[in-house]
């Protein structure tokens, strides 16, 4: 990750007596690869947490007056390293009447490793390191997306709350315990080797893709959270593919949240209402992001490991490729969803593949595919089923059935904004 | 670190064995056993007696309270454990799926309490 030391996300200046920016824009760009590496040295997640914050803090009331130093990543970890071993020395004496031997040890330990000339600037492997400790599969899931995003994305509690919409208390306790579990059970700050690295990075890969989705479908809470969610993927998504350049699934991963995510401005109107694929216009999609992700895909499948993010990547890149929405190679999509449906045969995997064969081969076809689902009873209350089947019925002209089905489809609908189109298309019918 | 490795799998699976096949987990589980104690790992290590020898004992109001069978009655029982001294969680993991029951059975695997630890 080059290091982006005067410059906010927009590349604009920031100037002395922007200090206060700067201090923010260097949180959101630096805390989680000055986290890690700082992790690494002091060997505890609050200690480095309590050190960095100190640092910020700090950072407040010196840059206003002084300037922004050059490089902010290094000024932050120098300050950093000094507010730990303050820590450490006050714990220490605290501590020094109870158990002297061990808390000794543990600040010549922290010292000698902050003296260590090698750790002033380089961040090295960290934020990976980072993100396997927080992934490890001894966490439960839900720990493992909430400590992933408050220590490597820079989000604070509260965020984190308003984008799951859980309750603050909820989810501070969720990292206080994770955080808990990683020091007792000795759970190890490292890169897995090499025979734990298949399982470890579905791990991760899996937290990523959540993280996006949950900014991504934006079925509940605050917007502008949920677009930092999906640029936090994305950003963890570009660690995991420098530092893994061998893993074709990250470079999967990572190509299909660029083709999803280069649809944003297209994908919603201005009365916030959802604009379904074909109805984009297409002009508003973010070129730029589409031919990295096209470069990513050539090169992962290169490797020739395939799995599901390459795959899903792949569908996603077959609409970008489509200059108009008639343009789409249904045929290619379907023959893509085949191998999606063999590396993951569930049904909503099978219930994509349905459409895709409607598109390719007509709506009796894909209506088939979409009743037999149906009548496995496993998608029955899963609004996208019903809302599929209705589309498919109103396009044979099979209006009464089709109405029915757009209404089960509201009543199984949680998200606001695909009501409205849902009812919209009730309407039309 | 140190780390206990609890062995739970179903013991009424155990008199339903033939020979062959008994001795065959024995086999496996003496390779293993081996195979710790050679890495330098191993701490100790004991099979539990079946839970029909079990009882439960409980201290209610000064009144010591003894009841017959295991503390719960579940589908895998406790039968047995490894106690080992690793570097971290992923080895203790590591030794944890080794061990023959967890095919069919489950391991826990727990740490053994420190100082270091916060009661709550």
């Known amino acids: 990750m080059a290091a982006k030391s005067t410059h906010c996300a927009d590349g604009s200046d920031v100037r002395e007596d922007n200090a206060r920016e700067a201090v923010a824009c260097a949180f959101r760009q630096e805390s989680g690869a000055i986290l890690a590496t700082l992790i690494r040295v002091v060997g505890d997640f609050d200690l480095a947490d309590e050190a960095m914050q100190d640092a910020f803090a700090s950072a407040l009331r010196h840059w206003p007056a002084e300037g922004v130093p050059d490089n902010v990543r290094a000024w932050i970890t120098t300050v950093a390293k000094r507010k730990a071993i303050d820590r450490v020395r006050r714990h220490q004496v605290r501590r020094r009447r109870e158990i002297v031997g061990q808390s000794l040890r543990e600040a010549e330990r922290v010292e000698s490793a902050m003296n260590d000339e090698l750790i002033d600037n380089a961040v090295g492997d960290d934020p990976l390191r980072l993100i396997f400790t927080c992934c490890h599969p001894s966490l439960a899931f839900e720990a493992q997306v909430a400590l992933t995003l408050r220590t490597l994305c820079g989000l604070t509690t509260p965020e984190i709350a308003r984008a799951f919409v859980l309750q603050e208390s909820t989810l501070a306790q969720r990292i206080t315990r994770a955080k808990r579990k990683i020091r007792e059970a000795g759970i190890p700050y490292r890169i897995p080797p090499d025979r734990l690295l298949p399982e470890r990075v579905e791990a991760v890969l899996m937290v990523i893709y959540l993280v996006f989705n949950e900014g991504y479908a934006a079925s509940i809470g605050d917007a502008m959270i949920r677009r930092e969610l999906c640029a936090e993927a994305i950003r963890l998504g570009r660690v995991l593919v420098e530092f893994m350049p061998d893993e074709p699934e990250a470079m999967g991963l990572l190509a299909l949240m660029l083709l999803q995510d280069s649809r944003r401005d297209a994908r919603v109107g201005e009365d916030e209402a959802l604009i379904l694929l074909e109805d984009q216009n297409r002009s508003l999609w973010d070129r730029e992001q589409i031919s990295e992700a096209f470069e990513l895909l050539q090169t992962a499948q290169r490797r020739r490991r395939f799995g599901q993010y390459q795959v899903q990547a792949a569908i996603a890149a077959e609409h970008a490729r489509a200059i108009r929405a008639e343009d789409t190679d249904w045929h290619r999509i379907v023959q893509h969803y085949d191998v999606l449906v063999s590396l993951m045969p569930n049904p909503v995997v099978k219930l994509n593949r349905a459409v895709a064969v409607a598109m390719a081969c007509g709506p009796e076809e894909g209506l088939a595919l979409v009743e037999s689902l149906a009548s496995s009873g496993e998608l029955v209350s899963y609004h996208y089923l019903h809302a599929t089947k209705a589309d498919l019925l109103r396009r044979l002209d099979r209006r009464a059935e089709a109405r029915e089905a757009y209404r089960r489809a509201i009543s199984c609908c949680e998200n606001e904004a695909e009501r409205t189109f849902l009812k919209y298309r009730l309407d039309l019918t | ?120």
């Open chain 2, 1 to 120: 670190m140190k780390y206990m490795l609890l062995i739970f799998d179903d013991e009424s699976m155990y008199p339903k064995m033939t020979a062959e096949e008994n001795a065959k987990l024995m086999e496996e589980y003496g390779v293993f056993t081996q195979e710790l104690m050679q890495s330098g790992v191993m701490m100790h290590a004991e099979r539990l007696a079946p839970t029909h020898t079990a009882t439960t004992v409980r201290v209610r109001a000064g009144d010591t309270i003894t009841t017959d069978g295991p503390f719960a009655e579940t589908k895998e029982q406790f039968g047995g454990y490894y106690m080992i001294d690793v570097k971290d969680l992923d080895e203790a993991i590591a030794w944890a799926a080794k061990i023959p029951s967890a095919k069919g059975g489950s391991v826990e695997v727990r740490p053994i309490w420190t100082d270091e630890q916060v009661c709550n």
